[in-house]
């Protein structure tokens, strides 16, 4: 099976633009997951999504959005770029029965650069 | 305020040494995961514990969760080059629904 696929792998925004991140799960897996990872903050939880619902919600601000398709590939926008959002984003998939408990299998993620 | 310390942050040893990583909370998980991440990849899953006092083997790791579930270790006997990387733990605590947890992770460099 291909693994979680991220697009774009690098990406680089001025302030105050948007953002659009994509994510394809595993073949068969209905869930995915966004994070955020950081020096500073290490890696934290956006939202997650199951047969195209949000499920799971982080704690981060409304610029942060996401969506999933019928086909479970699920998108992340951010608007409204700020410095802070520099950072390597995740996405992780599972087959999604088993919440939170589920082997999550992880993208190579998004390096987004804002400048 | 970080909901699981991971400790220590970092960590540079001669092949061959053993090490501990730990990582403690003060809040209950119902289960705990162990991540190793490589530069420019995404973590890979090493074990989930779920049973308070399991101990769980892999080769030469050895993931211990504490008997009260807040906690965790993951030991190394004879690290290799092979085992650099960025460890993390992770919890999933459930408040209404599952939010996962990670820690900031211990960065381990082993020299040859």
């Known amino acids: 099976k291909a693994g979680v696929t991220q697009t774009p792998r690098y990406l680089i925004k001025t302030r105050g633009q948007q953002v659009t991140l994509s994510c394809s799960p595993i073949?068969?897996?209905?869930?995915v997951s966004w994070y955020q990872q950081t020096p500073g903050q290490g890696l934290q939880f956006l939202f997650e999504?199951?047969?195209?619902?949000?499920?799971n919600k982080g704690n981060f601000p409304g610029r942060f959005s996401g969506r999933q398709f019928s086909n479970s590939r699920s998108e992340m926008n951010v608007s409204t770029l700020e410095l802070g959002d520099s950072a390597l984003y995740l996405c992780?998939?599972?087959?999604?029965?088993?919440?939170?408990?589920?082997?999550?299998?992880f993208g190579p993620g998004t390096r987004l650069t804002v400048l | 305020t970080q909901l699981l310390e991971q400790s220590p942050q970092f960590l540079s040893i001669q092949e061959g040494e053993n090490l501990t990583v730990y990582c403690n909370s003060s809040s209950v998980f119902s289960s705990l995961q162990w991540y190793r991440q490589e530069p420019g990849e995404g973590p890979v899953l090493l074990v989930t514990v779920v049973t308070g006092g399991e101990v769980k083997k892999l080769k030469r790791l050895t993931f211990q969760f504490g008997d009260a579930r807040k906690d965790s270790s993951l030991h190394i006997t004879a690290a290799q080059p092979g085992d650099t990387g960025l460890y993390l733990c992770a919890g999933n605590t459930f408040e209404g629904s599952y939010i996962p947890t990670f820690g900031r992770g211990t960065s381990l460099i082993v020299h040859p």
């Open positions: 992780a998939s599972t087959p999604g029965d088993r919440e939170g408990l589920s082997k999550q299998y």
């Open positions: 999504y199951f047969s195209e619902t949000q499920r």
């Open positions: 073949s068969g897996h209905r869930s």
